[in-house]
């Protein structure tokens, strides 16, 4: 008992400042800042102009550009247009902009060629190459107006989503009607600070919705167990993409859109498996849980459900648990061009939605976007492209170039448009017991979480933390009084002695 007190009084100091690890004290709160990680601001910005670089050094006096490899005039011009005009968000001026009118001048003649589209049935020899190719066109000309307005832009993108629709009827996967179009090119308004697209474009979206989304169907997966996951993506995106449309214009969606939202993403929670991986009747795919993450966090943002965000939060670790390497680079299988930098602009986003409910998967979520951005940018080719596969058959890395650079720069937007990166105090701050583990097992950075997502104190969170000791000390005592008593006698000459 003698030894048990002088340890006691030798160890006070140290015992007083211990923390239990299922507990923060008040005590340590009130003092307690939390800072996010860093990312390389400079670097993003040289990587945007790097970019810029390459699209100029793609592209043709009449608007159109060459890629090596790429036969297709259309699907080079369109891919480095994309590039553009990503990065015309960020540092784009009248010279880039110019450009981008060029580029949808020779797009609009190009499309005047049979050869890359035609009303109709496709040969089916060359369906999914039309198709890639009619996607890329869309999704070029959607930014483009976004950025410029412009009524041939406008003209052109309806007829590609018509002609992709029109030939694709019966395929849910590829249903990217005119609504998920013209919703989508209001965000590059409204991140280019430019006059949003006019009412017009309003009613066309809301009439395009109605004639084109199979309501009945969408309502009955939503309430089906059975319906594969990626099914119920391509019903949730056109409804979560025009929502937010009429979120920026102040309007919302008719009632049952609004609730059929809500049905299709609480559906898509049940697929979530308890390690975050989703579960799909279709193979194993990095895509598909990717897809899970983004949407959910769409979800979250629409309707401000802590649950969604926190699903998609476990999503993302799931990937980055499996793939994330300590140098940043994601080793995902090649399933997805481009995939791994996605990875880290819906972290941002993530976290930029999940502080509320969580400190530490703020933290977390911003610590492993910031090693895949900074790895990002510390890999991009002297020529301004990307290449995230060594065996990628990709003309000019084209695809991957167009996906790393839009994570940059949809990355510098929320870091630059949202408090994301301010430091929290955790006095105010709620917190959670998830957690971020520095050690690495087979070349992965692994990522727990246990957040039950209450936003709450834990438990026994406001006992002093030196109950936790000195409550043990004193029952050793006492079992050591209560025994020698007991004992004493029996044995008096271990007393004695």
Do not use: C
Request: glycine share 4%; aromatic share 10%.
């Amino acid at each position: 008992m003698l030894v048990v007190l002088v340890a006691t009084l030798l160890l006070w100091p140290s015992i007083s400042s211990f923390e239990p690890k299922f507990a923060i004290p008040s005590s340590a709160i009130a003092a307690s800042t939390v800072n996010p990680p860093s990312f390389n601001i400079a670097g993003m910005n040289a990587s945007m102009r790097s970019a810029y670089a390459w699209v100029l050094s793609k592209s043709l006096s009449n608007g159109t550009a060459i890629i090596s490899g790429l036969s297709n005039n259309l699907l080079s011009t369109s891919l480095a247009g994309r590039v553009l005009t990503y990065v015309q968000l960020e540092i784009g001026n009248a010279t880039s902009l110019g450009l981008i009118r060029k580029m949808i001048n020779a797009e609009h003649v190009l499309l005047q060629n049979p050869n890359y589209i035609a009303f109709g049935i496709w040969p089916t020899q060359t369906l999914l190459t039309q198709l890639q190719i009619h996607r890329d066109v869309q999704k070029f000309l959607l930014r483009a107006y976004g950025l410029t307005l412009d009524q041939t832009a406008r003209s052109d993108l309806i007829s590609v989503t018509q002609d992709i629709y029109l030939n694709r009827p019966s395929h849910f996967e590829y249903f990217d009607t005119i609504a998920w179009s013209l919703a989508n090119s209001v965000w590059f308004a409204f991140y280019n600070r430019t006059p949003l697209p006019p009412s017009s474009d309003f009613t066309g979206a809301v009439q395009d919705l109605n004639l084109h989304f199979n309501l009945t169907a969408a309502q009955a997966d939503s309430a089906s167990s059975f319906v594969d996951y990626s099914r119920l993506i391509h019903y949730v995106v056109p409804l979560e993409y025009t929502d937010s449309y009429f979120k920026i214009e102040g309007l919302s969606l008719n009632q049952t859109y609004e609730n059929l939202e809500t049905q299709l993403a609480d559906q898509l929670l049940t697929r979530q498996l308890s390690d975050g991986d989703i579960f799909s009747a279709k193979p194993y795919k990095s895509y598909l849980v990717e897809d899970f993450a983004r949407d959910l966090d769409s979800a979250y943002y629409l309707k401000k459900n802590p649950t969604y965000v926190l699903s998609a939060f476990k999503a993302e670790s799931f990937l980055t648990g499996l793939y994330l390497q300590p140098s940043g680079n994601m080793s995902l299988p090649n399933s997805g061009d481009g995939l791994a930098p996605h990875v880290a602009f819906h972290m941002i986003s993530i976290a930029n939605d999940i502080r509320p409910s969580s400190t530490s998967d703020w933290y977390s979520a911003l610590y492993q976007a910031s090693k895949i951005i900074n790895y990002t940018v510390s890999i991009q080719n002297p020529d301004g492209t990307f290449n995230f596969y060594l065996n990628s058959t990709n003309p000019g890395f084209a695809f991957t170039t167009i996906a790393s650079v839009s994570t940059i720069v949809n990355s510098y937007v929320v870091l630059r448009n949202s408090a994301v990166l301010s430091a929290i105090s955790t006095q105010t701050a709620s917190t959670s017991s998830s957690t971020v583990s520095g050690s690495t097992s087979g070349g992965t950075t692994t990522t727990t979480s246990n957040n039950p997502g209450s936003g709450q104190p834990l438990p026994l969170s406001g006992i002093p933390s030196w109950v936790y000791i000195i409550i043990p000390i004193l029952l050793v005592i006492l079992v050591a009084v209560a025994y020698e008593g007991k004992h004493k006698s029996k044995r008096p000459r271990l007393v004695d002695k």
